[in-house]
Structures are given as C-alpha cells and as structure tokens.
C-alpha cells in the first residue's frame, strides 16, 4: 500500500510542479488569440468552457488502455507503478501538452502536419498514412472492445447487434458538430468514469487490499519468461503513461479551447487523470485476487477466447461494488473506449480534410471523406480483438516516437530546453525498436532478445546521431 499510495501522490503532485514548469517552458500566453475563435465554424471550431474541454478530452484519451493496459502491464509486476508515475508525469503529460498547444499556435492543425512541419515533408507524408491507420484501427478495437462488455450485460442482445449500434454512434459523432453529441454526451460518460475510479479507489483501502510493493528491484514476475519486462510492459502500458493516439486527439480539443492558460488543465491534467485512472486499476488487479501470483493464475485460467482485461475488470467491480456499484462501474469502463473511438474516426476525418484541404463545414463534404472511413473501420472489425490490440499498441507507441521528436525539434528552433522531450524521445525510440524486432510474429520480426536489443540500440544510436548533426538548420518564427 506504501508504493501505491507514494505514487498517487507523485502523480497529483507531478501535475502542480512538473506541469507548471513545462507550462512556463512553453510559454502560455493568455492575451493571444486562438483558434477557437478566429477560426469559429461551428462544426469542429467551437468555444467550449475550460473543464467541458477537460473532460472531453479526458475521455477521448482514456480509452481501453488505461484499464485493460494496466491490467496486463501489471502482471510483469510492481515496476507498473513506477513505470505509470515517470512515465505519464515525464512522458505522457509532456507529449499531450506540447502536442495540443503546439496546434493551438498552429490554428488548430492535425499531428500530421505538426509533425511534418517539424520532421519534413516525407515525413508529413508517412505520418498522414500512418495517423490515419491508427486512427481506423482505434476506431475498430474501440467497437469490439464495449460491444463485447455490453453483450456480456445484456444476454438477450448479441454482440453483433451492439456492434451495429455503436458503429451508427460512431458515424453521427463523426458527421455533427462537436457540441451536438460529443460535448452534451460526455458529461453523463465522465461520471460514470469518474465513480468507477473513486468506487475501486474507496474499495481499495476498504479492504486492505494486499498491493505488491516495489522491492527486490525491478526484475519480471510476467509467468511467461519469454516477455520480458523491457520492452512488453512499456508497450503494454501505453495510455496509463504514454501513448501516441493522444497526440491525435489533442488537436480536436485545441480547436475549441477559449484561452492558451487553460492548457495546462486540459492537456496535462487530462493525461494525470488517466495516469491515476491506470495506477487505481493496476493497484486493483494485483491485490484483488490475493497477490500477482493469484492474478496470473486467474488469467490463465480464462479460455483461450476470452478477454482476459475484460473478465478481471467485470470479477473485481462486481464483488468489491456490488451489483449496482458494479453495473455503474462497468459503464464507466465501457464508456471510456466509446468516447476513444467516436474521436478516433472523427480525428481521421479532420487529418484528411486537412491533407486534402476539405472544407468540413458542409455536410457533404463531411460524408465524402467519412464514408470512405467508416467502409475501412468495418472490414478492420472482422479481425480478432486480440490482434487487433497487439497491433494498435506497437502503432500507438510508435506515433509517440515521432510526436515526441517533433516536440524536440519545436523547442530546440524556438532555443528552449528541448532535454524535456528528448530524454522521452530516446527511451521511447529504443522501446519501440526493441519491441518490433523482438516481438513474436506476426506482430513483430521474433528475433533473439539480445539481437533485438542490439538492433534497437543502433537504430537508436542513429536516430540520435542525426538530431544533433542538425541541430541548428532551420527557425521557427514566433507565432
């Protein structure tokens, strides 16, 4: 309980110190104007109040991976603590924060382009295609994911008719104006989110849940040896500390936020909210079932086919709740993939119209670059959620990489401490290096361990090499 509580603190004290300071690196600036206004078309562009835009962006971010990552991640053992705190405080919150207020001085522009203007136009290029993947593949896993939990409440619903349901919810949230579903909608979803992490937090401490502490260093407790700690829990872990779909979110809400002073509170408080939302639930999942060593014999003991996240969330809120405190609680679950993935499709259609250079205030226009989408997101279901999930955590933290990259090179042109970029810049290349070669097929090359490592410190190496041969080419003019 020590570890779990120490964490918590550094979480919430990381947001008032950490947060202030990049605040003052980046340099908010209350009197300059932002998009929200200029450029107010009341579709994607609306002025929204400061703790509307939290939330919203709260629950955009706070998908899946916060809960079911957590779960996973920590089955490697205790290290998932330290790993949520360092990484969302130094990592996660830096990458959210610089990428929303780098799009608020960029008129409300997509990561694509962000990216690109910062890394190239080859870049610009590839991250246009990738982004866009992502943001299907996000919008599939975050179909699957619910409608699997929702058939699971509702025996006489299946889960192809909940798929069909919350694909149409997906479509209209993508098509209409921001304030007419997902600003009204989101209030009801945060507090059901919102009660499900006070409800286990409560429960927590209720029953003295026995939470491993950190000792004995930082090795593995994952039962199969083969997935070792350094790199599968720091992918596993993705949206509890890191996580590069965030980066694609933060320029939905840079289009309606009212004053640059509220970013701190939107963008870096968002991903604290969620770092704590991952921390409440790995704490949860390691103490609900007497120890890790209990937790990994549960999982294991699941059938092949099942969501084994999922089983762990619906055993723990219905026991420690109760039937009602747990049907609010799995709403809350259900509620944070739903309100990912109508965001997810809704930021492909922004990244598109903005390579394509669609204006998105018609309504036909809207459903030219839509439909294409909402065609590819309904093939992507047909894969199993299991894939599906390997697949898009590799993809998130990967775009991590190149948004963290593009945030160095924006502080290192506007001669700002770029090391608060570049540190996470370094690690994550190296995480995610590792992972690709390393990682069994099909979702990765399934090279020898130390071969991985080797490979990942060269491209690393490399990657590092070129930052610094260039620095000082190019400026960015003060906007």
């Known amino acids: 309980m020590i570890t779990f509580i120490g964490c918590l603190l550094l979480l919430i004290a990381g947001y008032f110190i950490y947060g202030r300071f990049m605040e003052r690196i980046f340099g ?53 603590f330290l790993w949520i705190v360092i990484g969302t405080i130094f990592g996660g919150a830096v990458h959210d924060y610089f990428s929303g207020m780098m799009s608020v001085r960029e008129g409300g ?25 992502l943001m299907i593949l996000v919008g599939a896993v975050f179909v699957s994911g619910p409608a699997g939990l929702l058939a699971g409440m509702t025996p006489d619903i299946s889960i192809l008719v909940w798929t069909v349901i919350i694909f149409v919810y997906y479509m209209l949230a993508t098509l209409l104006p921001i304030d007419k579903i997902i600003g009204r909608i989101y209030p009801v979803f945060g507090f059901a989110l919102l009660f499900m992490a006070v409800g286990i937090l409560f429960a927590l401490f209720y029953n003295h849940a026995p939470i491993p502490e950190l000792t004995g260093g930082l090795e593995s407790h994952h039962p199969n040896k083969a997935l070792h700690i350094f790199p599968m829990m720091f992918v596993s872990i993705a949206c509890g500390a890191i996580s590069g779909f965030h980066a694609t979110q933060s320029p939905i809400m840079a289009r ?61 809120a219905k026991d420690w709740l109760g039937a009602v405190g747990g049907f609010l609680a799995i709403l809350g679950v259900i509620a944070a993939p739903l309100t990912s993935g109508d965001t997810a499709l809704r930021s492909a259609r922004l990244i598109a119209a903005d390579f394509l250079h669609i204006d998105q205030k018609p309504i036909v226009k809207r459903l030219m670059i839509s439909v294409p989408l909402f065609i590819l997101t309904f093939l992507i279901l047909q894969m199993n959620f299991d894939v599906l999930w390997r697949y898009f955590a590799w993809c998130n933290q990967t775009l991590a990489v190149f948004t963290l990259w593009a945030i160095t090179v924006y502080l290192r042109r506007k001669k700002k401490l770029y090391i608060i970029s570049l540190i996470p810049a370094i690690f994550m290349t190296m995480v995610c290096s590792t992972y690709l070669f390393v990682a069994p097929r099909p979702e990765g090359i399934g090279l020898s361990y130390t071969a991985s490592l080797l490979i990942a410190t060269v491209i690393t190496v490399f990657t590092v090499v070129c930052f610094f041969l260039r620095k000082g080419k190019g400026s960015v003019k003060n906007k």
């Open 109 to 133: 522009a997509s990561l694509p382009e962000l990216v690109g203007k910062q890394l190239g136009k080859y870049i610009k290029l590839f991250m246009r295609l990738f982004s866009l993947l």
């Open 256 to 316: 309606c936020i009212k004053n640059e002073k509220y970013g701190r509170r939107c963008f870096y408080g968002a991903m604290v909210a969620e770092g704590i939302v991952a921390l409440i639930w790995a704490a949860a999942a390691s103490s609900f079932f007497g120890s890790l060593d209990g937790l990994q014999h549960y999982v294991a003991g699941l059938p092949a086919t099942a969501n084994k996240a999922a089983e762990v969330v619906n055993v723990i």
């Open 28 to 80: 908010a600036d209350p009197n300059r104007s932002v998009p929200a206004y200029t450029q107010q078309d009341g579709v994607d562009y609306v002025p929204m109040s400061w703790w509307r835009v939290f939330l919203i962006q709260f629950l955009n971010i706070a998908g899946l991976g916060p809960i079911f990552g957590a779960i996973m991640g920590v089955m490697f053992g205790p290290a998932a």
